[in-house]
Every structure is written in C-alpha cells, then in structure tokens.
C-alpha cells in the first residue's frame, strides 16, 4: 500500500478535510498534479476545478475556486478561496459561482486571466455534471 500525508483543506467558511490521504490531486494554475508521499516541496496556486483527495475512506471530491497548496514533507495543505464538497454542489450554486466571476471579469485589468477563470469555471460545471 502507498504511504500517506496528511491533507488539510479550509476556505474561509470552514475546515473542510483533514486526513491522510495516499494522494490529493490537485487543478493547479499552470496544470494539474498531483502529490504523493515524496513529492518536492512546492507551492502553487489554484485554478477552479475539482481538487481530489483519495485516501483510506475513498475518494472525496472538492470544487474549489482558486486558492493557494503547499506541498511539504508528508503534508498537503489547502487554502481555498472557495471550496464545497462536490456531493453538496448544486446547479444553483454553479450558476451564483459564475455569476460572480461574470462580475468580476466586468471589471477585471486582467482580461486573460479573468476569461481564463469564467472557461475554468464553465469546466468545473460540466465535470460536475449540470
């Protein structure tokens, strides 16, 4: 059997996951990984999508907005802007997250990343299914 880390994940709402998990993989910014017990430490930002984490318990999936994840030794740690276990997402839900990211690439100096984040998003919710 694969070794373990432990995988932490908060947003501002709440404590989400602390497990040891064989491996967390992760939508990062400039491409999905993911980690396993060994992995060079690294810092990375999030991109939304579905952060996964498998461990002894199975597989819990994560919709996260973006954040930031620090891969330690023996650690993964999340610190997601917005972050709802998959099973409690809803269409609702995924039509407020993007109506939101609609605002803020109105606005946003950035027009790249901002449409790159509203295509993330358009993603995310179709991988989740609505």
Known sequence: MAGTLQ???????????????????????????????????????????????????GTKAYAVTGGFVEIGAGSVSVLAERAVPVEELSAQLMDQLIADASEATAVAVDKDSADKAMADLLAMKAAAGF
């Open 7 to 57: 995988f932490d994940l908060v947003s501002p709402e709440r404590r989400l996951a602390s497990v040891p998990a064989t491996e967390v993989q992760i939508p990062g910014a400039d491409g999905d990984m993911t980690a396993m017990e060994g992995h060079a430490p690294t810092i990375t930002t999030l991109r939304p999508g579905i952060l996964k984490a498998v461990s002894a318990e």
